[in-house]
């Protein structure tokens, strides 16, 4: 299957209203030396085009295991994981790579921007791999800049910026290429509480757009601000209902 055509076929299945994400059965299984880890162990989770869901869980739990796996940065042991309908299990090293570079944006708690680069350059950067032309790449990320309030500073490196203004630009790249999934690790983790507040109503006003947005956190506080939370313990999903029931039980 050639990369073009598989993100063709996700984008086909997405018009249907299928789910966007859907896991089944899901294991990912560690050695250490003859002992079996099960970091996840038989999840099962289906996400719609449009929701915000925070996966929520303590260090160790497998969060991050699951994020990688929704992120197709790594495969399950075993298990089927469907992304828009289409099997990513299927896909070649390079089709997952033409699938996160085209439909998942990505935004770390680090920010990762590249410090030798300005601001437009950050934000075009994957659009560059993603094969955009020079006219194209400049128009998205300068309309991505502007999106998150910064497209005055698009000169600016990224070590002239605070904190939260670095986050903002990386929210702008994950934007860029209009993903069909925003993948959120611990946005708010290297930030202040007032910044983190900007940074989590900027992705609640982005779902409000329509944007399907999967928020992963160790925080019960912060999982609250999606309108859907999963909970992970143990590798497995011990909670998986909208925020005020989760609320309840916090």
Sequence with gaps: MKQEEAVSKVHEKLEKQEPLIELRNIYKIYYMGDEEVHANDGISLSINKGEFVAIV????????????IIGALDVP?????????????????????????????????????????????????????????????????????????????????????SGGQQQRVSIARALAGDPSLILADEPTGALDSRTGREVLDFLKKLNEEGNTIVMITHDSSIALEAKRVVRIHDGKINFDGDVKKYAAII
């Design 57 to 68: 869980g303590k260090s160790g739990s497998g969060k991050s295991t699951l994020m990688n």
């Design 77 to 161: 042991t075993k298990g089927e994981y469907f992304l828009g309908g289409e099997d990513v299990a299927d896909m070649s090293d390079n089709e997952l790579a033409e699938i996160r570079n085209r439909m998942i944006g990505f935004i770390f708690q680090q920010y990762n921007l590249l410090p030798k680069l300005n601001l437009l350059e950050n934000v075009e950067l994957p659009l560059l791999y993603a094969g955009y032309d020079k006219k194209e790449r400049r128009e998205r990320a300068m309309n991505s800049l502007k999106k998150v309030g910064l497209d005055e500073k698009w000169k600016n490196l990224p070590n002239q910026l």
